[in-house]
């Protein structure tokens, strides 16, 4: 099988559901993974992100060779408010477009399986001769919107329900009535890789050296959904506690300013994860509720158990769902708590131990890959059969 991945996320960005998706269908497919364009616009903005880990913005299209069946396409520097505006994701995709169509005839694609994940890919649907359209509905796109901009990508989206085969979420929250009725919706979870994370936490990393314990940790990004307001409250009450924050920023960090117990350090290798989360004694998923986060259940979760930590998390509906493996906290004051009650004492007995292995074991992503593989194979096999 030959797909046209077009992701969301950028390959050598931090690892998230896209990659680990592409790279687990590469093991018996061919998979072009094609990275999102950037603007001059982004260009600016991400010299201003405390980051130190930055997408490499080309004046030109360049094709990497990941391994034997997954190469990567980054197309050149395009036209800013694609997601705004029909016309200029027209003309955007329009030149990727030709990109996709020379790259998979060199690659000799044919036939192939077209991948999406954001609204701004209903413009490309039925550009490839494809024999099956997936969309990836990772998240409630809307809603990192305002005003005309949210209607667009609404519309954009409504457009690429429409055309999809086979549409994918990570949770039952992010199919609509309309999407529940025909049968194309699948809940394919968010999930983790237990080789990463197996043997690993005996580097040589720098990035904690000489925060001083305990250290109550965060890995991820750092959007606007991230409670940096309580973490603040918490912290100015607990000066003898390290906040650490791993991951580029995206958003202002403003109420964090003086606060010396907090730190901001920036985004690591993937290969480094499971050693700084190995480090923290507590883990924080600190979401701020709504359409973007009660959906979800971030990749962050599944990490954190694999390191065997206490987590600390804000309430939000998917999360609820796991009392067993996560504290839940709705105000400052209860994160406080949360946290005392895990650095007094994390309790893991014989019985939890065995729900945790059972657990992960019921949630890895090579998992995720037979299913959704499975999925499609049976959608190819119906439209034949038709």
Request: with cysteine.
């Amino acid at each position: 099988m030959d797909i046209i991945y077009f992701a969301t996320t950028d390959w050598r960005r931090i690892y998230q559901r896209p990659q680990h998706l592409a790279r687990g269908l590469s093991r018996e497919n061919r998979v072009l993974y094609i990275n999102p364009p950037y603007s001059f616009i982004d260009i600016i903005v991400s010299a201003l992100r405390m980051s130190d880990k930055k997408p490499e913005f080309r004046l030109r299209k360049s094709l990497v060779h990941i391994n034997d069946n997954l190469w990567v396409l980054t197309p050149p520097i395009l036209f800013p408010f694609s997601h705004a505006s029909n016309s200029i994701n027209r003309l955007n995709y329009g030149v990727i477009k030709r990109l996709v169509i020379k790259t998979t005839k060199e690659l000799g694609f044919r036939e192939p399986v077209l991948w999406t994940s954001f609204p701004t890919h209903n413009i490309v649907v039925g550009d490839f001769s494809e024999v099956l359209v997936v969309y990836d509905r990772m998240d409630e796109y809307s809603a990192f919107f305002k005003g005309r901009t949210r209607k667009m990508v609404r519309l954009m989206e409504s457009h690429l329900l429409e055309k999809a085969d086979i549409i994918l979420v990570p949770s039952e929250g992010l199919i609509s009535e309309g999407m529940k009725r025909d049968g194309r919706s699948h809940v394919v979870p968010n999930a983790f890789d237990p080789s990463h994370f197996r043997n690993q936490g005996q580097g040589h990393s720098t990035r904690l050296e000489g925060i001083p314990h305990p250290t109550i940790g965060f890995s991820g990004y750092i959007g606007k959904w991230v409670d940096l307001e309580s973490v603040v409250e918490v912290a100015l009450k607990n000066p003898n506690w390290s906040f650490v924050f791993i991951g580029p920023v995206h958003r202002s960090t403003k109420v964090c300013a003086g606060v010396s117990n907090i730190y901001f350090k920036g985004a690591v290798p993937y290969e480094e994860i499971p050693e700084n989360i190995r480090k923290f004694d507590v883990c924080l998923i600190p979401q701020i509720p709504s359409g973007i986060t009660e959906n979800v259940i971030p990749l962050k979760f599944f990490e954190y158990l694999a390191c065997v930590k206490p987590i600390i998390s804000r309430k939000t509906f998917e999360l609820s769902k796991y009392p067993q493996f996560i504290s839940l906290y709705e105000t400052p004051s209860e994160l406080e708590t949360q946290i005392r009650k895990a650095l007094e004492g994390f309790e893991k007995t014989p019985e939890w131990e065995e729900k945790r292995q059972v657990f992960l074991e019921e949630n890895k992503w090579e998992k995720r890959v037979d299913d959704i593989i499975g999925i499609m194979n049976e959608k190819i096999d119906h439209s034949a059969g038709c």
